[in-house]
């Protein structure tokens, strides 16, 4: 049996020292960037204390507790609750870490709108200021601008303030700091689960540029390019349209990508140069020629399948070899060269 005195004096293979190093190396080796698991111990009114087993307790100021603003450190956070925290500066002269809820929250928002992009999702914001450029609004937390060219609603800008807006993503930049929206293109998108090419709809002109002229058709503007005004030439769209002109014309594409609507007067026309010499009788046909459109367009479109299907087929017989033919295999270089042209 040994005694207190032989147990005390047991070789252990390392100083009190050396155990005291290793022990500091392996419990207070924190740096800036990483993400710790901490809990809170004491809650101040303009921040908060939290245990992550440094040898200080780290300190978490009220403005990195949220990517929102928060009143009191209490929105956020409770006594004992264990989370993660974002370390954001190195220790101070007394050995303290400074924290950040913030800043994961941050990471996390700008991974969350990138896949939104790439689902093309459309996303529903309130509007919480406004400047001479556009709008802006917050998306899973972080600032988002509106520019002033794609916000599609008839009330004074600075009147935006507090409404609820439908907005797909234009641009999501991390590093750049820059999230860009579009409220015209969400409403465009929605408006064309409604609408067809070769449909007649009834809109007003809302801006006239040289070339061509702005229609709104129910809330949505499509472009009336000039070349698709009329058969004759134009010069201008002036000499055709008016500012708040009531019009009737033809869908001939529909880009939700872009977010575009082309629309045709031109396609209505009973004889060419109609739409200068008499407007009613185009607006009154046109149903009747938007019919004639479609299927001159559907004709043409079973035009190309059989020329491409009479194409194919002799090209498809040739390549399949008779059945006492041998098919030399074409060396490496022609294989090639194929490849590259």
Known sequence: MVNQTETRNVDIGFTREEFAALLE???????PGEIVVGTVFSIEPKGALIDIGAKTAAYIPLQELSINRVESPTDVLK????????ILADENEDGQLTLSIRRIEYMRAWERVRQLKEEDATVYSHVFATNRGGALVRVEGLRGFIPGSHISVKDAKEDLVGQELPL??????????????????ALVERKMNGLEVGQVVVGTVRGIKPYGAFIDIGGVSGLLHISEISHEHIETPQAVFNVNDEVKVMI??????????????????PEPGDMLRNRQLVFEKAEEMAKKWKEKQLAAAAGEATVSEET???????????????????????VQETAEE
């Open 25 to 31: 190396q392996y419990d207070y080796r924190f740096s």
């Open 79 to 86: 006594p004992n609750e264990t989370r993660e925290f974002f």
């Open 168 to 185: 797909k993503f234009l641009e999501v930049d991390e590093e750049r700091n820059r999230l860009v929206l579009s409220h015209r293109r």
């Open 252 to 269: 001939i594409d529909l880009d939700a990508e872009r977010g575009r609507i082309s629309l045709s007067t031109k396609q209505l026309e």
């Open 312 to 334: 194919v087929a002799p090209e498809a017989e040739e390549a399949i070899p008779p059945a006492t033919e041998t098919v030399e295999e074409a060396p490496p270089e022609a």
